[in-house]
């Protein structure tokens, strides 16, 4: 093709044309003119072929293309900048009720601007703990003085708190300071079932010292002579702060990553009785009645922050793979902490995954280890040399060990047949005790009943129900804030993925999780901005478990996708020598179309001239 | 007074600990229970069939709650998670050789295995849900032993039988891995369910590599639960067996005896396993070791007997061991506890007897070993099954082939034929259960049924047939079959003829070249039951192995797994062809392009122009093709060639340059 087009322009011309020219004119050189106009003949059939590749090469991408339900990519990114860049704040409600009974006129004048001081003071301790799930500047401090006779209420913005006027003016407070389970229902009562948190100052003007007790509702009351009111506003503040914000945690405690939550909201706490040595003793418990009476009311209260399940088992022929030494002094087997992290035995233990929960499930372990003969009295010593008095420790996210220590361990030491006894009702009572105070630990509340302030002790009352309401709401509150937060590194990991695997099939039910993890994320927010913390921790928990759920999709793990190398390699035998035919076609007709009618246009210009 | 006051708090007192003893009891009964048992048997060509039996129990839940002391967890909450009325999974590696071990006793039927795994499960859920439930059983199992059961989990590989396999169908699949290789890592979790896993008790004897060098190990999870019937009554029963077929290391005989090449080897516990148990497990109601002298053995003991000592009828008529005497046939380390006696023997000349061995009051410093020596050299058969059963393939080739069964008589069916000679015409009904996967296209309508080498019509002999057809990648074949096959005949067969498909390439697996297995036939014989009732000394023996003996059960046999080679493409094929038909359509369009757009006048003038100025090489170029294109060779133009040629070349370097540049910036692009 190359010579034909090359040495048209030298050769001569058609033999009709050369007789025309003959005729025609003298001076026409056939090789810069011609007399007929050029063909478009092969010029549009090389086009018609070029523009119908290309008006095919949409369509053949659309048969090859991967089916990717459309991901909500800019939601995703929204609601992860969200998150990254304001924490959602709840709204927390104060109320300080100053009960006056001692009328001396500087309190009391004092008193009218309680509320300033506290928020100030708040503010400093505020400052200095602010983690997600706080209500970190967001509150309001509403003041009531009640001084017997005559009330008056200092609001902020609620109108929706109230304070009985005078209603505790009859109560005998040197009983109350003795019974603070009563003194507790009964300022339940007064107050109500509100999400305020309350704090009730009596200045009874007696004794030299406040006493101040966090009750297991949403309130906490201080009695005592109150001095000097600026060191009643610290300790209020820190109350409000530190205990019923914060959840009287401990310092460089449990944080959220390390929550005892699996990623699909569910917790089953499994509870394992391992008789080290059957052939010692066979000891054997009354789960049954422990899991109707001891655990259901915490499972309920611990409903709206995850989803518990219980099972038990009891296993034997499980020695601890730690070692221990007879202490005379004690007359005991002595284990110490630092053999803990080798006490549980992962070869022999096998407390196992359990069938009943999914994959993504946090399972707790709860282990009853009950020694053999031969280490009988095993007690764990702390760092300071005493004993410990549970005999159990925890370990963050994998659970709790209780050594049980049969009574009278030498007795049945040489027996031929082991010995089969169930722990009493009572011995079981305490270990679940223990076994709370551990879930509570796991969970990082304080498992002492006493919370060492700044500004003095405060006395916490401890529920039956093995958490207190500001406790729980303190959970919730950073449970939803930590599901959020997964939740939206989880979908953004999830876009990430998808946008930087373009070839990767993504299903209808991808996009169908990551729009309802989407809608539950809002939800979340919604209800924590209007201050309902369990409904909150809830859609929290929807959201994460759905964006976990789309995120280990099994159609994201399989390897269906294939690479843009391949299709590269399918593709490229066909269409990479037909491209270059039809281009290569096209570019030498127009080349020739333009070169021809150059010189048909010469021809012109010579025959007008002629004309002329 | 003092007196009756004393007999009086006496009388409290035993009052009370009777109170407590009965309580106790009371609650072991209602309670959850475990037991271990170890069956032991001498095989007629020197091996030594063990048979290990736990079995735990477990009250219902509505009455129990769900926790529990011994039952393990697992399996509980696998029964309830996937409603399961009842399963089995084995796992087994060896064949059961029925010649020599035996096919009519209950070992037999219920432990003889197929090779690899095989798993069954009956479901208490809506038809609908039962291929759901059974695809998560499969992967919770996987997990559980693992092992790949998971691979169940595609239609293609599991069935549900009609009415052969079991009466409760509807509810059940079925679905068996030939291939699936058993070890120590299916074992293990396997004994996690025991309480005392193998630290305790008969497990202790479970010695990996003892048991493991043997010629066949079954291990095998049978569990059947009433757990979702309106009225429960017995909870979830779970039954775990390992059946293992050794070869013992003849222990060093002391007795001298003159054709001691003849003595069967004799062998104790220690020489089997390499280890001895010290103690019951502590959890286990009760823990018995047996030893099954079968009723040919006993038999032909007694003729020895009677050959050698010169014994007088009456005492031979004894059962040996029964004075413990020491100049019987054989003798154990250990005297037994208790002799149990077959009441039921189908052969009228020899029952079987079981000796009981309780290993309760052994322990550490004392422990049970027990050893079984022979004195009397004695051969001996086992009871057969009535049909000798093998399935081969027939035909070469990678297109189609054909499975036969076949059928021979053994001289049981001999027996069964002179007991029947009575009647009109006596049958022998055989159930046939074949699954075949969907890419060996069986042809049911190719039956043929040869009995002593003359074809059948399939109606004289087939008495129902159900089949469903295999769909390709979809489900695979199931053949169910009753036959009637005349008592007197020497041998039957079944062949079926089939084509091989093609499979996709994806659905090899990677060892495509070592061919595909069908897995095993079920052969079953409804007619027969086998049934070892033992009694000793008219007290009912409470052993869950041995009342699992007493049991009817139909006597069944697995056929061997076939081997069929298919053809395994060349896997890189697909690429190759792609290249070769997209090159082969590039050049036909191009050329086709090249051909519409070509000037034939001017081409002819160009010709006639070059002809002028041809170089020596077009000359002779030229001259070539003329002579292939079969004309008249005209000498051409000449025309200076050196030009153009090097024009050409440019313009190749340029394309190459272009495709270069093409793929290069593709990769930048894309990478």
């Not at chain 1, 959602?88 to 009960?99: A, D, E, M, S, T």
């Not at chain 1, 010995?419 to 990082?444: D, H, P, T, Y």
């Not at chain 2, 003892?210 to 095998?220: E, W």
């Not at chain 2, 052994?362 to 079984?372: A, E, Q, R």
Request: aromatic share 12%; with cysteine; glycine share 6%.
């Amino acid at each position: 093709m190359a010579e034909i087009s090359e040495t048209m322009g030298t050769e001569s011309s058609p033999p009709e044309e050369n007789r025309k020219d003959n005729s025609g004119s003298s001076n026409f050189d056939d090789k810069i003119m011609r007399k007929t106009k050029p063909g478009l003949k092969r010029l549009i059939l090389t086009l018609t072929v070029f523009f119908s590749f290309l008006l095919g090469l949409p369509w053949l991408l659309k048969s090859i293309e991967i089916y990717r339900s459309p991901l909500p990519f800019r939601d995703i990114d929204s609601l992860s900048n969200a998150i990254d860049s304001n924490p959602f704040l709840y709204p927390c409600r104060f109320h300080l009720v100053f009960v006056n009974l001692e009328h001396s006129t500087s309190i009391r004048s004092n008193a009218e601007n309680l509320g300033f001081l506290i928020s100030s003071y708040m503010l400093e301790y505020a400052d200095r703990n602010s983690f997600c799930g706080t209500c970190d500047g967001n509150y309001t401090i509403s003041v009531s003085l009640d001084s017997g006779d005559e009330c008056v209420e200092y609001e902020d913005a609620d109108k929706g708190i109230l304070w009985k006027c005078g209603a505790l003016s009859g109560l005998n407070f040197d009983q109350t300071v003795e019974n603070g389970e009563v003194f507790d229902d009964y300022l339940q009562s007064i107050v109500g079932k509100s999400r305020v948190y309350t704090v009730v100052v009596v200045n009874t003007g007696k004794g030299d010292r406040l006493r101040a007790v966090v009750g297991k509702y949403r309130h906490a009351w201080i009695i005592g002579r109150v001095a000097e009111i600026n060191l009643l506003a610290e300790t209020v503040a820190e109350m409000f702060i530190k205990i019923f914000v914060s959840g009287a945690k401990d310092e460089g405690s449990i944080q959220g990553e390390f929550m005892p939550v699996g990623a699909d909201g569910k917790i089953v706490l499994s509870f394992n009785l391992l008789n080290a040595d059957p052939r010692d003793w066979i000891y054997d418990w009354d789960i049954k009645e422990v899991d109707e009476k001891l655990l259901a009311p915490t499972l309920e209260a611990l409903g709206p922050i995850a989803n518990i399940s219980v099972e038990s088992q009891v296993l034997y022929h499980t020695p601890k793979s730690s070692y221990s030494y007879w202490d005379d002094e004690h007359e005991s087997h002595i284990f110490s902490t630092k053999d803990l992290p080798f006490f549980v035995n992962s070869n022999e233990w096998h407390l196992d995954t359990s069938i009943a929960a999914g994959g993504r499930s946090k399972i707790l372990q709860f282990v009853v280890y009950v020694p053999s003969a031969n280490e009988c009295p095993l007690r764990l010593q702390l760092p300071n040399g005493d004993i410990s008095v549970t005999n159990g420790f925890i370990s963050p996210t994998w659970g709790g060990v209780v050594v049980f220590n049969p009574p009278n361990c030498m007795e049945n030491a040489n027996s031929m047949h082991p010995l089969r006894r169930k722990i009493s009702s009572q011995e079981v009572n305490q270990i679940f005790e223990v076994f709370m105070a551990q879930l509570r630990q796991l969970f990082g509340l304080k498992s002492t009943g006493f919370y060492k302030g700044a500004s003095g002790t405060s006395i916490l009352l401890a529920s039956e129900r093995g958490f207190t309401e500001w406790e729980l709401d303190a959970l919730a509150r950073q449970h939803a804030c930590y599901n959020l937060q997964q939740c939206g590194t989880t979908l953004g990991s999830l876009s990430r993925l998808v946008q930087s695997l373009p070839r990767m099939i993504i299903k209808d039910e991808i996009g169908k999780q990551v729009k309802l993890s989407l809608e539950a994320a809002k939800l979340t927010q919604d209800n924590a901005s209007q201050g309902i913390y369990d409904a909150s921790a809830v859609s929290s928990r929807h959201a994460r478990s759905l964006a976990e759920d789309a995120f280990f999709h099994p159609s994201v793990m399989s390897i269906s996708y294939y690479s843009f190398d391949h299709m590269f390699a399918v593709y490229s035998p066909f269409f990479l020598p037909l491209s270059l035919h039809v281009i290569l076609a096209v570019v030498r007709e127009i080349k020739r179309y333009k070169q021809e009618s150059r010189k048909y246009a010469a021809w012109e210009a010579i025959r007008k001239q002629h004309s002329d | 007074m003092a007196r009756s006051l004393s007999f009086f708090v006496l009388l409290l007192f035993v009052l009370h600990v009777s109170s407590e003893s009965t309580g106790e009891v009371a609650e072991q009964l209602e309670g959850e229970e475990f037991t271990e048992e170890l069956l032991l048997r001498p095989l007629p060509d020197r091996k030594v069939l063990s048979h290990f039996h736990f079995e735990s129990k477990v009250p219902p839940t509505n009455s129990y709650g769900h926790h529990h002391r011994i039952f393990p967890k697992a399996i509980y909450q696998l029964v309830h998670k996937y409603r399961i009325k009842e399963m089995e999974l084995s796992f087994t590696q060896g064949r059961w050789n029925y010649d020599s071990w035996g096919g009519f006793d209950p070992i037999a039927s219920s432990n003889a295995k197929p090779p690899g795994v095989e798993l069954w499960a009956v479901f208490d859920v809506p038809p609908d849900q039962v291929d759901a439930s059974w695809k998560n059983l499969t992967h919770t199992l996987s997990g559980l032993f693992c092992a790949s059961i998971n691979f169940l989990e595609s239609s293609t590989a599991y069935c549900a039988p009609d009415w052969s396999f079991s009466s409760r169908s509807g509810n059940l699949r079925y679905g068996s891995l030939p291939r699936e290789a058993v070890c120590t890592e299916n074992l293990t979790p396997w004994l996690k369910l025991l309480p005392c896993r193998d630290k305790a008790g008969l497990s202790l004897l479970m010695d990996r590599p003892s048991i493991y060098n043997g010629f066949y190990h079954s291990q095998r999870l049978h569990l059947t639960s009433d757990e979702f019937d309106p009225v429960a009554l017995h909870g979830i029963v779970l039954e775990q067996t390992l059946t293992i077929v050794l070869q013992p290391d003849a222990l060093d005989t002391r007795a001298s005896f003159s054709s001691s090449r003849k003595l069967q080897p004799s062998w104790s516990m220690s020489s089997l396993f390499g280890k001895m148990v010290d103690g019951k497990c502590a959890l286990a109601k009760s823990s018995n070791v047996y030893v099954q002298i079968e009723g040919s053995l006993v038999h032909n003991m007694k003729d020895t007997w009677n050959n050698i000592e010169g014994y007088d009828g009456e005492i031979a008529q004894e059962v040996p061991y029964e004075g413990f005497g020491s100049n019987s046939n054989f003798k154990f380390s250990i005297a037994p506890d208790r002799v149990m006696k077959e009441t039921n023997s189908f052969h009228k000349d020899g029952y079987s007897v079981l000796y009981g061995f309780a290993i309760n009051h052994y322990h550490g410093s004392k422990p049970f070993d027990l050893g079984f020596w022979w004195n009397l050299p004695v051969t001996w058969s086992c009871v057969k099954a009535p049909l000798r059963v093998s399935r081969f393939l027939m035909g070469s080739g990678n297109e189609k082939g054909a499975i036969a069964l076949s059928l021979q008589s053994t001289e049981w069916s001999q027996s069964i034929l002179k007991a029947g000679k009575n009647e009109e015409k006596c049958n022998l009904r055989v159930d046939v259960f074949q699954v075949v996967p969907w890419y060996i296209k069986v042809y049911y309508h190719t039956t043929k049924i040869f009995v002593d080498g003359m074809p059948q019509a399939l109606e004289d002999i087939i008495e129902k047939m159900s089949v469903s057809p295999s769909e390709d990648k979809v489900s695979p074949g199931v053949m169910e079959l009753i036959l009637r096959l005349p008592c007197d005949m020497k041998s039957a067969s079944l062949t079926l003829e089939f084509d091989k498909g093609f499979l996709h390439i994806d659905e090899y697996p990677p060892d495509a070249n070592q061919g595909f297995d069908i897995p095993s036939a079920i052969i079953s014989y409804p007619d027969f039951q086998t049934r070892l009732q033992y009694k000793e000394d008219n007290a009912s023996i409470q052993s869950p192995m041995v009342s699992k003996m007493q049991e009817r059960r139909t006597v069944l046999s697995y056929t061997e797994v076939l081997l069929v080679p298919l053809t395994t493409p060349d896997f890189s094929m697909p690429y190759n062809v792609i290249t070769i038909t997209c090159t082969v359509f590039a050049l036909y369009f191009g050329s086709l392009l090249n051909a519409l757009r070509r000037r034939v006048n001017e081409e002819e003038r160009l010709l006639k122009s070059k002809d002028k100025r041809t170089g020596k090489l077009q000359l002779l170029l030229s001259k070539f093709l003329s002579k292939v294109r079969g004309k008249p060779w005209e000498p051409p133009s000449s025309t200076p060639p050196s030009s153009s040629s090097k024009f050409i070349s440019s313009k190749v370097i340029l394309k190459i340059l272009l495709v270069a540049a093409i793929a290069f910036g593709w990769r930048y692009y894309d990478g």
